[in-house]
C-alpha cells in the first residue's frame, strides 16, 4: 500500500512538473511528498 502511494506520487509529481514547467526549487523528493499527499 506503501509503495503504490509513492508510485503515484511519482507519476502525480512527474505530471505536475510536466503541466507548469519552470524554475521549482523544490527537489525529486519534496515533488514526490506532495504528490503523495
Given at each position: 500500500?506503501?509503495i503504490a ?13 510536466l503541466l507548469l ?17
Amino acid at each position: 500500500m506503501i509503495i503504490a502511494a509513492i508510485v503515484i506520487g511519482i507519476i502525480a509529481g512527474y505530471l505536475g512538473r510536466l503541466l507548469l514547467p519552470g524554475d521549482d526549487p523544490m527537489g525529486f523528493v519534496g515533488t514526490v511528498a506532495i504528490g503523495i499527499l
